[in-house]
T-cell receptor, first 114, second 112 residues
Framework: AQKITQTQPGMFVQEKEAVTLDCTYD???????LFWYKQPSSGEMIFLIY??????QNATEGRYSLNFQKARKSANLVISASQLGDSAMYFC???????????FGTGTSLTVIP | KAGVTQTPRYLIKTRGQQVTLSCSPI?????VSWYQQTPGQGLQFLFE???????NKGNFPGRFSGRQFSNSRSEMNVSTLELGDSALYLC???????????FGSGTRLTVV
């Protein structure tokens, strides 16, 4: 069964607009961590933001924020004021602390249009 | 502060050969994990090491193995290469296993 689901294979956004990338997850472990990574064409995975399952507030890191809805098991990434350099693949990931594994979604390709 | 360094960046091998990939984590990071990324399967967890001990292993055949040295550097070995092993192999390090990881740029392996 898929642990992480990203339903948007590709997304387009106008420069300076905000965009939301969807992510839902599946775990029965009460303790887990959720991550978003950016992978530009160079291949390197760049850590963007982290949300712990017990965190009360949504995580924010600069222009990135994570819309964490625990009951719905969703962890959507919101990028505000999109920039051309934001064009990349974005991966949602979950760290399951019981199974001790890292699960990645299939990714969303974001293209920022000038 | 130097990032995660993976060598080599690119590698071409023939079927049946073996290959060793290297990963130097961020200084002070003791946890290293490896991932295989392919267009068809996406990102898949291979294994994780912490303080020279393998903590967890993904669902890969025994041809895939790894180890971690006392300086936290890690190597991954793939024996009897198959065409399907062509992929981007990513290494990531963390200060502790249950935390976010910093990834390297990867080694792109092509098996011909």
């Amino acid at each position: 069964a898929q642990k992480i689901t990203q339903t948007q294979p590709g997304m387009f956004v106008q420069e300076k607009e905000a965009v939301t990338l969807d992510c839902t997850y599946d775990t029965s472990d009460p303790s887990y961590g959720l991550f978003w990574y950016k992978q530009p064409s160079s291949g390197e995975m760049i850590f963007l933001i982290y949300q712990g399952s017990y965190d009360q507030q949504n995580a924010t890191e600069g222009r990135y924020s994570l819309n964490f809805q625990k009951a719905r098991k969703s962890a959507n990434l919101v990028i505000s004021a999109s920039q051309l350099g934001d064009s990349a693949m974005y991966f949602c990931a979950m760290r399951d602390y019981t199974g001790n594994q890292f699960y990645f979604g299939t990714g969303t390709s974001l293209t920022v249009i000038p | 502060k130097a990032g995660v360094t993976q060598t080599p960046r690119y590698l071409i091998k023939t079927r049946g050969q073996q290959v060793t990939l290297s990963c130097s984590p961020i200084s002070g990071h003791r946890s290293v994990s490896w991932y295989q990324q392919t267009p068809g399967q996406g990102l898949q967890f291979l294994f994780e090491y912490f303080s020279e001990t393998q903590r967890n292993k993904g669902n890969f055949p025994g041809r895939f193995s790894g180890r971690q040295f006392s300086n936290s550097r890690s190597e991954m070995n793939v024996s009897t290469l198959e065409l399907g092993d062509s992929a981007l192999y990513l290494c990531a390090s963390s200060s502790a296993p249950n935390y976010g990881y910093t990834f390297g740029s990867g080694t792109r392996l092509t098996v011909v």
